[in-house]
């Protein structure tokens, strides 16, 4: 059974910072691409950024780019997001998913894995 566990949320500043984790249980970490979507309240789910089972290739919405940083570490089965400069607008419930197909999509329908999520707020 596969399973995605994030952490790391909580209440934030704007301009702080928050490292968010994923952790991944039941399948082959290293064989599956991993991102990061958010979910707004009354909004739909949106594409963050992603990061290639190598972990050499990695992707960002323009809204994210220069200030959040996607890792992962393959030996200890776990995907990392890096939010620095943080504004409201990042206030979101995160979501980390897994997709084997490796072709990064940006639409959230075509991952095949998600966690439960992990609320994120920025404070004004």
């Known amino acids: 059974q596969v399973q995605l566990v994030e952490s790391g949320g909580g209440l934030v500043q704007a301009g702080g910072s928050l490292r968010l984790s994923c952790a991944a249980s039941g399948l082959t970490f290293s064989m599956y691409d991993m991102g990061w979507f958010r979910q707004a309240p009354g909004k739909e789910r949106e594409f963050v950024t992603s990061?290639?089972?190598?972990?050499?290739?990695?992707n960002y919405a323009d809204s994210v780019k220069g200030r959040f940083t996607i890792s992962r570490d393959n030996a200890g089965n776990t995907m990392y997001l890096q939010m620095s400069s943080l504004k409201p607008e990042d206030t979101a419930v995160y979501y980390c998913?897994?997709?084997?197909?490796?072709?990064?999509?940006?639409?959230?329908?075509?991952?095949?894995?998600w966690g439960q999520g992990t609320q994120v707020t920025v404070s004004s």
């Open positions: 998913a897994a997709i084997r197909s490796g072709r990064l999509p940006v639409v959230p329908g075509l991952w095949d894995y």
């Open positions: 990061i290639s089972r190598s972990g050499r290739g990695t």
